[in-house]
């Protein structure tokens, strides 16, 4: 694997100038690994805690397309999901609710209706003061599932999209009715134990790093937030307050995992990208990879996002590419036809996610790897 200075450098650069405290960043050419560098600290309050490329990160979003959007296709190969089913056939609690006649389709391009979020949190919380040991617990998966069958939707059904994590909250949701398996159990033994994705897992509350296969030292996982709502700085629990609210696994947010374990994933889109046997089918890679689904002007596939004006992958990657972000300050792209495929892993909402200034790094690291490894 080469050594790249100029990559080592921006990553470093960007740590300097406060963008994150520390990142990850892993790139795979034609199938090769050809960079894989760390740079800066865990946390700016102990010094010496180095980042390393073993390091694993709260994915945020990107847990959308590693696991829920991937378990959609497991699920649509046999047979037991298709695109333009009703959410209301699945979900039965939705039927005759403004959202149940929404389809699977139409959730995974964020074009149903749904707003994009809602302090959910908040309620369950004050449920959990009057009703200890309800937040998390099964009864909260059913409280959310109402909320959402009670809001109103915001636009018509299929004429924008509007990026929505209660969309995928529900998705989550399909995962698990029609496996009969809680989602993190479903996508543990046939997404990411199959393709050898580890450390990847959901971090469920009272369940130990260790237990989840990862190192069993919080050190190993960079801290995210100091929190407020939690009163503590986050490290080894979901960042994202909903996600927690619903016991640390959802199908919006929760994972974490280091950048090789999310490149262990990408592998296997790839894969089915390039027509290569494997987990996913090639057919299914092809529909859920395109943004032609009929949703005016959206750069929305199934699940994934795909190349834009101002777009994060920067200027270089084909309009055949896909890819996805993390709020914590992740992100996947991959160019099947450059075969390129790149992680980008950091805390940047460490101490607090009103630093931004991730949006300016994340095209110019795409950009500076095609230069340095495409000559263009």
Known sequence: MATHHSLQSALQTAVDDGTFPGAVLAVRLRGALVFEGAAGLLT????????????????ASLTKVLATTTALVLLAQRGLLKLDDRIERILDELRDRPIGAATVRHLLTHSSGLPGWRPYYERIAAREAAQPGFLGGAGTRMAVLDYIATEELVYERGTRSLYSDLGFMLLGQVVERLSGEPLDEFCRGQIFTPLGASPLAYLPHGRTPAAAGFPDVRNAIAPTEEDSWRGRTLRGEVHD????????????????????????????WMDGRRNQPGLLAPDMVALFTSNRQGVPNSSWALGWDTPSVRSSSGTRFSPESFGHLGYTGTSLWIDPVKELEVAL??????????????????????DLICREFLKG
Do not use: W
């Open 44 to 59: 700016q309050k102990v010094p010496g805690e180095m980042v390393t490329v073993d390091t694993c990160y709260d994915l």
């Open 241 to 268: 307050e909903n996600a927690y609210a619903l016991g640390g696994v959802a199908g919006h947010a929760g994972l974490f995992g280091t950048a090789r374990a999310v490149l262990a994933i990408a592998q296997a």
């Open 345 to 366: 892993l950091s805390n940047r909402v460490h101490p607090t996610r009103r630093n931004e200034q991730i949006r300016l790094f994340r095209p110019l690291i795409h």
